[in-house]
């Protein structure tokens, strides 16, 4: 038994068994080093990329403390994003099997306020959500807060850079005193760092190495003038060609005007940042996971959070002026043994900035010249069209009534036939994009589960 063994914690037999059905054998390096504490209650500050495990340390903080015949809130997790608190929810409904009838909830602004008080006046043992709608609700009388055991603020920097600070310490404030309180985030810059001190007592502080793996990411500089930013963009995008490219402004406005410009140039791109309506900004999730959209244009904040599994490149439009920031910035690719590209464009006026990634790194940057594009190269295009389906949970729509629909009454190929997503109203398949037209106009002349839907493409 080894120090990195989950077997090595002080966990039920039942959460043993449960985390090696679940596959979990080894922990990560932010696991090994926050996980003892967090198991003997202390508060602890740590540092750590997505992806890194953090949820899976802090779930299992909560579940240590739970108790399942108390239909109280005993847990409470804030977090940035609808889509991380989604993602957070799932990740704790694995780790609750150990314990039984677990309820956990997901309160989120940008949807329905009536279900969700429904949805407690039941009762609850956990709650995830983004600080705003949790604040509303406990303002509303209806989410008594006075139970909680364990408090845990994830990307607590960025819930602080998007303006949640007051609203956090008024959850704070309506918390008991005596209470566990966690903290994991990517980056503490130094005032962000005093702040969150304030909602802890004498808390251990964990930071894992975060520099990302250089034999899985191949990290190029190129130095540009700034009025050709844009055009060198489209240029990466035909050269290297990646199915699925993150490409991060510093800006909401540089966000749109990138976009506008890809389109313009033939490369299907999208944008994603803190304006957008949850719908909207759910939109463009789906098309881009469903690699139906090439380029998903995003400010930081925006792009924190999300669940994107496979990504095959992340440029750098703006160099970011943090140097962690970089780093958290690329490490979104090159995950899960996979090969990443990070590009990053750079004007003379900034390489200062690139300086200070290089000392972060400890490690020379790779500076190149921008690649020749031939003129009649053809334009990059995404995969997969996204076909939006107006039925969902409600009607009691499946995935297999969708892929059955295609495969077996079209006769499309399994291989043809993309991500399906089913949502409570509405549903998205994506379909190849050589046969998605003729798909769409023969599954408009089928019913599925007896009627015929209304479709669209989500373009």
Not at 44 to 62: M, N, P
Not at 123 to 143: C, F, K, M, N, S
Request: glycine content about 6%; charged content about 25%; aromatic content about 6%.
């Amino acid at each position: 038994m080894t120090a990195t063994s989950f077997s090595s914690l002080p966990l039920s037999a039942e959460q043993q068994h449960n985390l090696s059905e679940l596959g979990y054998a080894t922990m990560t390096p932010i696991q090994a080093e926050s996980l003892p504490l967090i198991l003997a209650g202390r508060d602890v500050l740590a540092q750590a990329q997505t992806g890194s495990g953090k949820t899976l340390a802090f779930g299992l903080g909560i579940m240590q403390k739970i108790n399942p015949v108390f239909f109280g809130i005993q847990g409470l997790v804030l977090c940035p994003t609808r889509e991380l608190a989604d993602q957070v929810s799932r990740e704790l409904r694995k780790l609750a099997r150990a314990l039984g009838n677990i309820k956990i909830l997901t309160l989120c602004g940008g949807a329905a306020l009536r279900p969700q008080i429904e949805s407690l006046s039941h009762g609850a043992h956990i709650v995830v959500g983004t600080p705003g709608r949790i604040l509303d609700l406990q303002e509303r009388g209806q989410l008594e807060l006075g139970t909680v055991k364990t408090l845990v603020f994830d990307e607590a920097d960025r819930m602080i850079d998007m303006g949640f600070y007051d609203d956090i310490c008024a959850i704070t404030r309506a918390c008991p005193l005596k209470r566990q309180t966690l903290m994991f985030s990517a980056t503490y810059p130094a005032p962000i760092l005093q702040d969150c001190e304030g909602f802890m007592i004498n808390p251990e502080k964990v930071q894992v190495e975060s520099l990302p793996s250089q034999s899985q990411i191949e990290q190029v500089f190129y130095e540009i003038n700034p009025e050709q930013r844009f055009a060198a963009t489209a240029t990466l995008l035909n050269h290297f060609r990646p199915v699925s490219t993150l490409a991060f402004c510093n800006t909401k406005a540089q966000c749109e005007a990138l976009a506008e410009d890809l389109q313009q140039r033939g490369i299907r791109a999208l944008v994603l940042h803190g304006d957008l309506e949850q719908r909207d900004r759910e939109d463009v999730l789906v098309q881009f996971i469903n690699q139906s959209c090439s380029v998903l244009v995003a400010t930081d904040v925006a792009a924190r959070g999300l669940d994107i599994q496979t990504l095959d490149a992340v440029i750098n439009v703006d160099i970011s002026p943090n140097a962690e920031t970089h780093i958290h910035r690329i490490g979104r690719t090159g995950r899960s043994e996979a090969k990443g590209l990070a590009l990053t464009l750079c004007s003379p006026q900034e390489r200062f900035r690139a300086e200070r990634i290089e000392k972060t790194l400890e490690a020379p940057l790779d500076w190149q010249d921008l690649p020749q594009v031939k003129d009649n190269a053809r334009s990059l295009q995404p995969p997969m069209k996204t076909i939006c389906l107006r039925a969902g949970k409600k009607d009691k729509i499946r995935p297999g009534d969708l892929l059955g629909a295609l495969t077996k009454d079209i006769g499309l190929q399994a291989s043809q036939v993309g991500k399906i997503n089913i949502y409570d109203f509405v549903s998205f398949v994506a379909i190849e994009r050589k046969v998605a037209n003729d798909t769409i106009t023969k599954l408009r002349e089928r019913t599925i589960k007896g009627k015929q839907l209304q479709m669209r493409f989500m373009e």
